[in-house]
């Protein structure tokens, strides 16, 4: 019992340890090409949308983000690469619409960036609404000390609010000291110079450009101003969305942590989501295991019963009073890293015999 007792607090602890250490990490300096301040104020942006399945969503975004533009003194554009003809007839009020084969966002995103002009590019999603409306200027301003921008992400109407408040946190310590490559896809801001190719199996294709920065010593932050703001989606389709996420990260970005450790955002990344997706959730789940060993037989079925209610809970399957529901939501959050490990290693076997695969699966809004 002493052993299972000494395993479990030890577990328990490198667990708890993961919503410290990025705080932990220290600063390093990133090389930046020069921007004038008349490119800054008068330089050309153009916002690309990559956009499938977003029918009765792109119409209003176009819109918006054109009103948002009207204020910037040079030339803008809204243009939206559609996948779908619907989405493609729903976004007739854009600058320009670029129809394509739904061969997955990071084609559509390559599409639309090769296919501008401007100095500026705006990465950003159908169904995403940034604020202030400023955002431009504010952007344009903070690609004085990094290359790539990007925002703080808030959902409405979900139960995640208390998670992003602290990704907002480690973000805004990350920006500060070292550059962070923890940014989101809803709003990337960069030169159109400093784009590269996203290739066409990623599928987190904004690590990927993060990555693809940092690798080349230019530097990427979060601003603490601009804010893209979505709607949740429900949670059998949050839960396919987080399993998707993990997956992506541990295929995609682990193998490269030998780079990843020579960078300071690098290192900022690895403390932050990777130390999360596997130290703390193997020491979560050793220390569940460990607890169990502790009391009596009884026990087992009672913590078992928990662990399936929470994730019944955070898939959306039945719903638990507010106090309790945070500890499912808890727990759930820990099953996704294991999902997207056995999705991962799913991929990797695939990949391994020819097989690659390339588009979206999502839900039309």
């Given amino acids: 019992m002493l052993l299972s007792t000494t395993a479990a607090i030890l577990l328990a602890s490198l667990f708890f340890f993961s919503f410290f250490l990025p705080f932990m990490v220290k600063g390093g300096r990133c090389h930046l090409g020069p921007i004038s301040e008349e490119l800054e104020k008068f330089g050309s942006i153009e916002v690309v949308i990559p956009a499938y399945l977003e029918a009765t969503t792109i119409g209003p975004t176009v819109a918006r983000l054109q009103r948002q533009l009207s204020t910037w003194h040079g030339a803008s554009s809204v243009t939206v690469v559609a996948s779908d003809a619907e989405t493609a007839l729903a976004a007739g009020g854009a600058d320009k619409v670029i129809f394509s084969e739904p061969c997955g966002k990071p084609s559509a995103v390559n599409q639309g960036v090769n296919q501008s002009n401007a100095d500026f590019i705006c990465l950003t999603d159908g169904n995403t609404t940034l604020q202030p409306d400023s955002w431009p200027q504010i952007a344009a301003r903070d690609l004085r000390t990094a290359a790539l921008i990007s925002a703080?992400?808030?959902?409405?109407?979900g139960r995640e609010g208390l998670f992003w408040n602290y990704e907002r946190k480690v973000k805004r310590h990350s920006s500060r000291t070292s550059g962070t490559l923890s940014v989101i896809g809803e709003f990337l801001v960069f030169r159109r110079s400093d784009f590269r190719e996203v290739p066409s199996d990623i599928q987190s294709d904004d690590l990927w450009i993060a990555m693809s920065f940092d690798h080349r010593g230019l530097g990427s932050r979060v601003n603490d101003e601009i804010t893209a703001y979505e709607s949740a989606a429900n949670p059998k389709d949050q839960w396919e969305r987080r399993v998707r996420i993990a997956a992506g990260q541990l295929y995609?970005?682990?193998?490269?942590?030998?780079?990843?450790?020579?960078?300071?955002?690098?290192?900022?990344?690895?403390?932050?989501?990777?130390?999360?997706?596997t130290v703390g959730v193997a020491a979560f789940w050793g220390a569940a295991i460990a607890t169990v060993m502790i009391f009596p037989p009884v026990f087992g079925p009672l913590v078992a019963s928990a662990i399936l209610f929470g994730v019944l809970h955070y898939r959306g399957l039945i719903l638990l009073p507010r106090p309790v529901g945070f500890v499912g939501v808890v727990i759930?959050?820990?099953?996704?890293?294991?999902?997207?490990?056995?999705?991962?290693?799913?991929?990797?076997?695939?990949?391994?015999?020819?097989?690659?695969s390339t588009g979206w699966s999502k839900v039309a809004r």
């Fill in 152 to 157: 703080n992400k808030k959902e409405s109407g």
């Fill in 252 to 277: 995609e970005a682990l193998p490269r942590t030998p780079s990843l450790l020579r960078s300071a955002a690098g290192r900022a990344y690895l403390a932050h989501k990777m130390y999360r997706l």
């Fill in 332 to 356: 759930g959050m820990q099953v996704i890293p294991v999902l997207g490990g056995l999705r991962a290693m799913a991929r990797y076997q695939r990949e391994k015999k020819g097989l690659r």
